[in-house]
């Protein structure tokens, strides 16, 4: 038995591969995708990995009534078309912005405010690694942003641990690709502009800011860089803690709260070129890579993550959280471990 | 029922590769990956996107007895080792060019003569496209180079409906990435004098020159350029046809030899970014994109081909192989479809 | 003493360039830079290299008298303004194709027609290697268009010598970076679909083709690729001369109409990483490298030939024509020697 | 009158860019350049930027007694040769690490010790705006490592205002390009293990940290990335000063600390792409481009600097100091303003 499944705003990155995924996936039947700009082209149009799909965009207004639709449009277009979606899919995951945050307050300061905050407290965050208990049987799920999920799964287990407190200071600085622009087309987004970058986009009140307080209870400083890629999204979280740590308090906290997740790998000591975590090791995988060190010198942890922003950043995520809330196989659709040698992907 | 599988010279890219495929691949068991120089490793401290195996690498002087062995080691190793691998397992598939050629003599030109010329007349051609008939059964497949790979397969078709014949004139121009150059490094492949290229080399008597003429019956001028990429190879082939060509002609052409081909894509004039074939779109596929224009200005036919030559031109390649070898599903283990968007993969 | 200059469509990659250029110029002082998009803002708000100067974007209708206006706006402008532009200035070099041809059905067939079919008799082409005994004195300079500049500098011995005549067939083959495409974002510059490509464009009939018969007198078959790189153009000559040439008599030709150029640089034999000419050897600079191979089995010759797009293909050729046409140092302000080592510039 | 000049180490990429500046300097005649594996090769074999220079890569043990003598080898080397150094020329620039410290004890720390303690009191630290008085006159002067560099530029106005105490909390977040790395290969600085990294190295305990803490008397968390560029660090500075700092407190303190600077470029407030430092806006050039963020809800500054690594970072630093040592203009050979646009250089 298989369910079907819709993408709404299909022509950009997040959705071309919500696409990708879910014509693959093993229990979905992808029977739609919409985009206003391109309707009537096939997919492999705008997406050449899809050329071989016999499907074509359509008009967004007309959506096919499906078992789950995944959303993939600019931020604020999900609030305004919420029932809709509803109306169209037992299940939405929106990979918007629209529905992570809990506080209305939060969309005033970050945002331009919401248009349904009614519904903000039915929605459900759909980190599975932050969230898979309340994903079951939850009809409305606001996938994360990347920037948010590479520092969330960073920290996660030092939190838990009691070893970063709202106290501790700690500074996020993460570096990411230029998918995280999205499709269109900009001065900033060209080729020779935007080429061989270490570009400070954002260095104080980034939007994600919001879900990582909203998910780790703490705050930490938080500044983004584009750098030299398409996919990929690194994270070097430095960390004061309070308290002394050491590394096998550091493994511990770590291997708790990661110890059944498939799409997690810790990685210690091993030495060798990619020892530490490389957005290019897990690109197009949904897999976020972990590792840290001890600065003695300084007091300081640090932790490195990376994921690729477009899989465990967006599509993967929300298909994995469908998969969950969905009481699928968790892994389903997404078992693809990734390249090498593979260049700047 | 699953068949035992192994690779020799399993840390280089093509040897990684076929790791990766064999792994996730449907009928196959991985066993056994061999490296003199990382003996001992995991298979993941050399290509990380294999970290979860649970595989090390051994003394390639102790190998297991499998149903298809994949050698992956430098041009002349393999005619030295030879006896072993074939008393090692029931097909050999050779990724080298020790038995790509047919004629010993060749070998005196291209390389530097051949230990073993009496099996050159046993080992079958690995690309499918081209000697599917004779792979059922073979024990010793020799693997295409991928410059020739992605040449002949975008000059296959003109040869078999004679608008290429050996009379005619035609400029090969050939764009490959740094995967190519192999995982050693060298001052020329260090990232700083490899990056931004357009680097002929080879311009003349490149080594794959032997294996075009051999498949095609016809000798084609052909240069190489390094450009910066890391996987994929281009062709753009420029034919001065005696005969009068006309698109329709050439369509019938290439519809007549890729009829029933699974990884062929012929591209036609669908506009969009990604109107003609592209390494990047096909970049960890097994696909071949194929198109063509007609210069009524200068009597030419310009034809573009693209793989990823890790993948077609290389390892996929002949896992492929190894799938028609054995009367397994074609596309067994070679079905991802590829990345969008993506960098310089 | 030195003379006035100014720059129209100075917020461009061309127009910035000759900013940078004419700022450092011993003989020129830079009065005007103008843009109607960027008006009022400074120069180095757009050209970050330019930061330091003290100069604002004017608006485009109220030209300054000076001695020297470079005019770098899209191709059809120029040819609508060209009497206020020759009011402003003795010496207009235009850096667009409107005035590159001489014969005005070329604009037909290539371009949208020409509005002043009239001047193009008088208009100079810019390439000082070709034309210099014309310039001195011109009033009106065409500054040649990038992929046919590094074609006509890698084939004009050869025509010269009588090695390549118009009944000899010819193949140019040229990858050239992504300032080609001008400063304006799409869907197809954009960083996330423009890396990594090796992508066909123009595959037959491009525009430059007229200005290299134009300059040689005969029409090689030309195709153009875009590569990962940001400035430069590298073209790759397949010629088959009818008579047999050897080396010998190529580097007669080559050093016979080069004895005496400041900016072309012959390559031969030397070896090492960069043997072969290089767009990033040349990068910054206002340098043509070439270099050739004899391919004696299919009696071929091949040539090599590099420029940097923005400089010897654009704003370097025109700021060395206007030396010459106003009887300056011809490498004056042109001396930078470019960088090793050079990512992709 | 010019000063003759000599460069020991010149095949490597910091020892070619001296090369560069030297050969162009309007009061140096370059007159040597050593390099033991590459001696009777031209300088042009490994640089292609010098291929016309008519200087040929000499024994390091027969050095010509020059005026400056600029000493570009590993680690290690130049203790052990100081006294041939200082024999051949007035003036030593050593452009290692071997004489950055004054602290002989750091030798033990972050490198392997030292062979002649007695001369680090002598040495006088290369980087003009830290040194500037203790230059003229020097004999022998030790250039700054590119990361120190690019970090205490960034920081040491706060310092000298207070505004950054050794108490106050710093993390510095440092993004590099591969010819950091040198101009040997390794299979980590292999193109297809290198391309589009994020790439934590020394994560802890860099030794660039001991020149740091010397400079600026504080000791910030330091931690380095590899990128995909080729030149280039940026800093990313992240203070929690105990005291309040306003955005005019922080702007007195820069503009007090590089007033007569020439080569220090303070961005503020301009908008457009580059609103940022950035590395590809300084490439080629001797510049250092600062800027600064209040993050209020952290009690955070944010301090970002940008220079090449090559030039401000290596041989223009060199040369930077060279200048101020004999008397000679600052910025005399150090004028080239770099390009725009420019891909990852």
């Given amino acids: ?95 918007s912005a629209d529905f992570r945050l809990r506080d209305p307050a939060a969309y005033d300061t970050y945002y331009d405010g919401h248009e349904r905050p009614e519904l903000l407290d039915e929605a459900v965050y ?64 060209a080729h020779p502009e935007r080429s061989g970058v270490v570009r400070p986009y954002a260095p104080t009140r980034h939007r994600h800011q919001a879900e990582i307080v909203q998910a780790l209870g703490c705050d930490p400083a938080f500044t983004v860089h584009a750098v030299d890629m398409v996919r990929g999204a690194a994270a070097t979280s430095h960390l004061f803690p309070a308290a002394d740590v050491d590394k096998p308090a550091l493994w511990r906290a770590f291997r708790e709260t990661y110890a059944d997740e498939p799409f997690v790998r810790l990685l210690g000591g091993s030495g060798g070129v990619y020892r530490y975590p490389e957005p290019k090791a897990v690109a197009g995988t949904n897999l976020v890579e972990i590792a840290f060190e001890v600065d003695p010198d300084h007091g300081r942890v640090v932790v490195f993550s990376a994921i690729d922003n477009v899989m465990k950043g967006a599509a993967g995520q929300a298909v994995h959280a469908a998969n969950v809330a969905l009481g699928l196989e968790e892994t389903a659709g997404l078992t693809f471990r990734g390249l090498h040698p593979v260049g700047a992907p």
């Fill in 1 to 95: 038995m298989s369910l079907d499944a819709a993408v709404v705003g299909a022509s950009g990155f997040a959705g071309g591969e919500c696409l990708r995924l879910l014509a693959d996936h093993p229990k979905f039947d992808l029977v739609q995708a919409t985009s206003r700009r391109y309707e009537r082209r096939a997919v492999g149009y705008v997406h050449p990995n899809l050329r071989d799909l016999d499907l074509t965009f359509t008009d967004p207004d007309d959506l096919e009534s499906v078992d789950a639709l995944f959303t993939a449009t600019p931020h604020g277009v999900s609030m305004g078309r919420i029932d809709d979606f509803r109306d169209a899919a037992d299940l939405v995951v929106d990979l």
């Fill in 126 to 189: 759909g980190l599975p690694e932050l969230s898979r208990d309340e994903l079951p049987g939850a009809t409305l799920v606001a996938s994360g942003g990347c920037n948010a999920t590479v520092t969330i799964l960073g920290l996660l287990p030092l939190v838990e641990a009691g070893l970063l407190t709202p106290d501790d200071r700690a500074v996020v600085d993460v570096k990411v690709g230029s998918s995280e622009g999205g499709a269109s087309g900009s001065r900033a987004a």
